[in-house]
């Protein structure tokens, strides 16, 4: 009973409201996004079951104790490295990149569960540092690497987006440490020096392409919105034409005549805005800052640095995802391929959010019990 | 580690977590701020582009009215051409075997279709793009047949113009071509789009208001790819409509599509000239033809570039219209206004005679005459075509009296039949002979009065003011259209003849005329007597044979010629004859201009009787078969 009592008392309630919250609308827009659709339409089927498997995934990332990740986190961290070759070995190339490991029915992207490794490797190089403020940039060197070794083998697949989101979780957590003003200065310096190279050497030109084609939406110029600009242009179109209280359930014509691309994966809040207008789409918006926001509420709860850098590291990992998804589909950012956490249809990506959210619970109840 | 260095060690980190929970609510203020400029700022329109984005107005073109002519015989109308639509997002590689199999293509054929097929922009490639358009029906009956087979290809019929008599009277007629910037922008309220086709000359130009009818429109739901929804209820509010065409209405004209054809049989032998054919007794215009002349068909669909380029440079010009757009000098076909001239004014009687002795002296000048006529009067002049006899009488009256008998007759200026940019000819007044040539000389009068000065005339004005002559004096204006019908051939519109002028002439003046023009083709000794069709119809008329060399820079442009045959014939003389039929109770008036075809009476008269012998011979044996 007691047990029963301190598990009631425990559990992160407002975490799981606010989550499931999402995966349930999530499931509904799905629904209505891909019922239509001759191929699609059995998607919210499975995207139910995968969330169960994530779910029950995520009770077993609650229950063990965090303790016993940080124990273990090189090994994680290796395994995790060793999933990303495997992935060159016998992966399956999609439009000329090759990021998934087939096993019979089952898709896995290793990138996306590479995302929780580097997040757990990090928390234990932190938890192990003896150093407490101060930091210069040469501090920031073993954790770079830790970053560099997965981040590598990721942009080589190519998985541009994915790459992005774990230098970004690694940003986030290497600003929760007391990094002097002068070596926070130089990394940003260097960061802009580091676009031109990576504009010349890094981006492929349909990347390239999409960037302009932002550009040219900024300065007014519609004549590509027929080509490279037209999925931002059609998502665009679907949010803004849903107004105050959106066109209603299974009624937006972007999304249900197929203007909107992509609308299972990548665009689904255009569906979602389209259908459930102003109103819908602040909910949304409200339920993921929600989320960032008691997720860093937990890092600070946090009794251990462990438990703190892992709490930042999958807020972080949510936040950039859906602010990169977010402002991708109201035409803000070039389109790159990025889900929305919770929200999207993928496999993977759900497992990823998942197990990083368990891991969340898992810090949230912990504070109390050492 | 015990509890206590946990707690220390985080304090590291406690300073950071306010500025992160900042920097997330920046980042979504700026995300909501977007939600608050397109939803709630630009609502409207992003609205009407998803509105834009499912609508899909298809322009439903209406019928073109049918053209016919008096006899109910068809001009003008409509057969479908079958074209071929490919979407290539649709097409699958072994697609494009069983296609070309289909359409029966050579290999190099098939190389065009897949090059054509690449070149495809890949935004349009969701779209259907005509490829083939007039396919044979054996083809659109394969492609009919494997259909389910080729999701891609769609075959669509749409009705092109189509005229049965191919080149017959193609001037008069007309054809189409498609709208150019232009028309659209003056077109503008009357709903043209681009690529639809409208007249461009001749009837189908002046008719266009009336043979078109009114577009309809299609209005439907479709999705991304364009494809139609049927059950789009539950999605959106737009209404689909469906407005139907209403078809053109149809025309009947006054033309005789098998008199055309008889002009043209009698033409055969003479590469270039031109007839009318008018009724005496409305204006109503029976023929009106110009050779040589151009397939309708090929002319209205997509001329190839060389065709058109050989129709410029033919020295035959088939382009021109020879009975409206281009003038003559009337040469001898003028006599019988010259006399009318002089019988008017007094200065001779009918009786009145001269005497020709081959040629006329004036000043130092000398003026040849055909032949020595001897004596000769109004008749006999007219008969002989003696230009002693004018050259005198116009010598009496002066060449105002003669250009205001002509201008009564309608010459020197547009009779308005409203089609192919109708040349006005051209009467020279003395003050014109002035300006033009520094003074003004007594032969100026003189070549008029034998329609060899600088009188330009059109084969429709001659034709309309020998009509007058043989009606004894009504000058009507010219009527192509006999009657507007609905689709369903009840008249809407039924034009009346439309009486130009009375004219003012002693009735037995004209009838002097008339019996004189009897004798030219009928008395021996008349110019056209050898053209005269012994117990057939008879013609009355006027010979005439048009000098052509008049000027010093078309001599120069002919012996630039480098042809010695071309130039020979460019050199000779056009022949001409004007008259009525039957003599005694005319109905039709007719032109012939043989363009250098030498004298008249040898090479325009025959035509002439050959045709009215055909067109009111062959009338009279059919009411005399009739009445049996």
């Known amino acids: 009973m007691a047990l029963v009592r301190s598990l009631r008392d425990q559990f992160d309630w407002a975490l799981f409201f606010a989550v499931s919250a999402l995966t349930i609308l999530g499931v509904i827009n799905l629904y209505s996004a891909t019922s239509q659709h001759p191929t699609l339409s059995g998607l919210y089927i499975s995207q139910i079951y995968k969330l169960a498997m994530g779910a029950a995934i995520a009770a077993f990332a609650v229950a063990i104790d965090y303790r016993h990740f940080e124990r273990n986190a090189w090994s994680i961290y290796v395994g995790g490295i060793v999933l990303l070759i495997i992935v060159f070995m016998v992966g399956t190339t999609t439009r000329g990149s090759v990021r998934w490991i087939h096993f019979g029915s089952f898709t896995l992207q290793p990138s996306e569960l590479v995302k929780i490794s580097l997040i757990i490797a990090l928390a234990k190089y932190l938890h192990n540092d003896p150093k407490s403020g101060g930091r210069t940039l040469k501090d920031l060197v073993p954790p770079g690497l830790i970053l560099a070794l997965p981040m590598t083998l990721i942009v080589l697949q190519p998985d541009l987006g994915t790459a992005l989101i774990c230098a970004a979780i690694f940003g986030s957590i290497m600003v929760l440490t007391n990094l002097k003003l002068r070596s926070l200065i130089t990394l940003a310096l260097s960061f802009i020096a580091a676009i031109p190279f990576a504009w010349e050497y890094l981006m492929r030109d349909y990347q390239k392409e999409r960037v302009l084609a932002l550009i040219a939406r900024w300065s007014g110029d519609t004549s590509n919105i027929l080509d490279t600009g037209w999925h931002a242009h059609q998502s665009v179109i679907a949010i803004g034409s849903g107004g105050v209280t959106g066109k209603g359930f299974m009624r937006g014509t972007q999304s249900q005549f197929g203007f909107v691309p992509d609308q299972h994966s990548d665009f689904p809040f255009a569906v979602w805005s389209e259908e459930f207008g102003f109103l819908g789409s602040v909910l949304l918006l409200g339920l993921y800052l929600f989320i960032v926001l008691w997720g860093l509420r937990i890092a600070s709860q946090a009794k251990d640095r462990f438990g703190a850098v892992m709490a930042v590291g999958v807020t972080a990992m949510i936040f950039w995802q859906a602010v990169i998804n977010l402002a991708m589909v109201m035409g803000l950012l070039p389109v790159v391929g990025m889900t929305l956490p919770l929200f999207s249809y993928g496999g993977s990506s759900m497992l990823s959010t998942m197990i990083g959210l368990g891991l969340l619970m898992n810090v949230s109840m912990r504070r109390f019990s050492f | ?65 049918i053209l016919r002519d008096a006899r109910g015989r068809v001009i003008a109308s409509n057969r479908p051409s079958y074209e071929v639509y490919i979407t290539p997002q649709l097409i699958r590689p072994q697609d494009i075997d069983l296609f070309s199999s289909l359409m029966e293509f050579t290999e190099a054929e098939r190389e065009a279709f897949i090059a054509r097929l690449e070149a495809v922009p890949a935004y349009r490639r969701t779209h259907q793009i005509q490829m083939f358009t007039d396919v044979s029906r054996d083809q659109v009956a394969s492609l009919e047949t494997h259909h389910d087979d080729l999701p891609g ?299 060899q000065g600088n009188t330009r005339v059109t084969l429709l004005q001659l034709a309309l003011s020998y009509a007058a002559i043989a009606n004894g004096g009504t000058l009507y204006a010219p009527q192509l259209i006999e009657r507007i019908e609905a689709p369903d051939g009840t008249a809407i519109e039924e034009p009346a003849p439309q009486v130009a002028r009375k004219l003012d002439f002693d009735p037995e003046h004209i009838k002097l005329i008339q019996e004189a023009m009897r004798g030219v083709v009928n008395r021996e000794g008349g110019t056209a007597y050898d053209a005269r069709i012994p117990g057939g119809v008879i013609v009355a008329g006027k010979t005439g044979t048009a000098e052509v060399i008049t000027s010093r820079e078309h001599r120069e442009r002919i012996s630039d010629e480098v042809d010695e045959r071309l130039r020979r014939y460019l050199t000779r003389s056009h022949g001409w004859f004007g008259g009525f039929a039957p003599a005694d109770d005319p109905e039709v008036a007719i032109i012939v201009l043989v363009e250098h075809g030498g004298a008249g009476g040898r090479t325009a008269a025959p035509i002439a009787t050959q045709v009215l012998e055909e067109y009111l011979g062959s009338r009279d044996l059919a009411l005399a078969q009739r009445r049996n």
């Not at chain 2, 939803?39 to 509105?51: P, Y």
């Not at chain 2, 043979?211 to 689909?240: F, K, T």
């Not at chain 2, 033919?314 to 006599?335: A, H, V």
């Not at chain 2, 002066?398 to 009779?415: H, K, P, Y």
């Open chain 2, 1 to 65: 580690m015990n509890l206590l260095s946990h707690r220390r060690e985080l304090g590291e980190f406690k300073k950071r977590y306010k500025w992160m929970a900042l920097f997330a609510i920046a980042c979504f203020s700026v995300l909501f701020l977007m939600l608050v400029k397109l939803q709630l700022v630009e609502r409207e329109h992003w609205a009407s582009m998803a509105r834009a984005n499912i609508t899909k107005t298809v322009t439903l073109p209406p019928t073109r009215g």
């Open chain 2, 153 to 451: 290809v769609d075959v669509v019929a749409r009705p092109v113009r189509h005229y049965p008599y191919g080149s017959l009277g193609a001037h008069a007629i007309g054809y189409l071509n498609e709208v150019s910037a232009e028309d659209l922008e003056r077109y503008k309220d009357q709903g043209f789009r681009p690529g639809q086709r409208i007249g461009r000359s001749g009837i189908e130009q002046s008719l266009e208001s009336i043979l078109r009818g009114q577009p309809g429109y299609r209005r439907s739901v479709v999705d991304a790819r364009g494809r139609r929804q049927e059950d789009h209820e539950s999605v959106s509010d737009i209404v689909p409509e469906d407005v139907r065409p209403v078809p053109g209405r149809d025309a009947v004209l006054t033309l005789d599509m098998e008199l055309m054809r008889s002009i043209h049989r009698a033409f055969r032998g003479h590469p270039s000239g031109a007839a009318v054919v008018v009724d005496v007794h409305t204006g109503k215009i029976r023929a009106l033809y110009s050779k040589p002349s151009y397939d309708l068909n090929m002319r209205s669909g997509r001329l190839p570039h060389d065709v058109y380029q050989e129709m410029l440079e033919n020295p035959f010009r088939p382009l021109i219209d020879k009975t409206i757009y281009e003038s003559y000098f009337p040469g001898s076909t003028f006599k019988p206004f010259s006399s009318l001239a002089a019988l008017r004014d007094g200065e001779i009687e009918p009786s009145t005679r001269f005497t020709c002795k081959g040629a006329y002296h004036i000043g130092r000048q000398r003026m040849r005459c055909t032949s020595a006529h001897g004596e000769v009067d109004a008749r006999t002049a007219l008969i002989r075509s003696c230009n002693v006899y004018f050259y005198r009488i116009a010598e009496m009256i002066g060449l105002e009296n003669i250009d205001r008998v002509a201008r009564e007759f309608g010459l020197g200026a547009r009779t308005g039949i409203g089609i192919n940019s109708e040349s006005a000819g051209f009467l020279a007044t003395r003050k014109w002979y002035e300006e033009k040539f520094g003074r003004f000389r007594i032969g100026y009068t003189l070549n008029t009065a034998i329609g």
